[in-house]
């Protein structure tokens, strides 16, 4: 279990890690993955009960899948700090012959990496079937996965959502990455889903809100309260209210850098905003 100033302090260094990957190679997905560096720092470093090592079958500890893979720079800097490979590898980010895709692959043997992703809208899918399996294996440890409000207007998230409701997957807590933004544009502008809560309930599951899910404090809280209901007959999902780009402020409010990455003036300044705490790699 870490404090709050600790999981704070991790996430400030993922921050600098995301800005330093994708400018490296002048390719990547800043916005998202800043969006999301807090969820995924305390549910690494402290919520999700983890194995040391790593072993593809997940026998005995919680699972995490990530569906909207293209978020991969703030994935890598939390496995390779949670210590899953070395953090000196996160500069090999996106280059020939690394194992660090612009979207997560297995056939690479990244520890830390369950499935492919970056195809949107199969994540869903892949989470409901390791819940299963945990089920058949009499493993009463959780799945969650991660998702993008975007994504959800791909169809097969809504053949795994009602399947898991159907057959009553109460050991998965799906989130859904709520910040309003995707490549073209916001959400309601590309494709308005409407109330993305009252779906989720339509379909029979039990749904909560982290609405400050840049707020590591909120996420603890948010999380907790999931697991609690968890086991209950009925799937768990979390709609997070993030910021895309949070934690640089011209980053934010927009989606201009859901798939672009910063020159080398815009670099210097997002890391003035968030100073090293952990050490670069």
Known sequence: MSNTQQLQDFTTQVRRDILRMVHAVNSGHPGGSLGCAEFLVTLYQDVMKRNEGFDMNGIGEDLFFLSNGHISPVFYSVLARSGYFSVAELATFRKLNSR???HPTTHEGL?????ASGSLGQGMSVAIGAAQAKK?????HLVFALLGDGELQEGQNWEAIMYASAKKVDNLIATIDLNGKQIDGTTDEVLAMGSVKAKFEAFDWIVLEIKEGNNIDAIKAGLADAKSKSGNGKPVCILLHTEMGNGVDFMMHTHAWHGK???DEQLAKALEQNVETLGDY
Do not use: E
């Not at 520890?111 to 499935?115: A, F, V």
């Not at 058949?136 to 009463?140: E, Q, T």
């Open 111 to 115: 520890p830390g990496i369950r499935m």
């Open 136 to 140: 058949l294996n009499n493993d009463n």
């Open 261 to 263: 990455a910063p020159n």
């Open 100 to 102: 660090l895709q612009g």
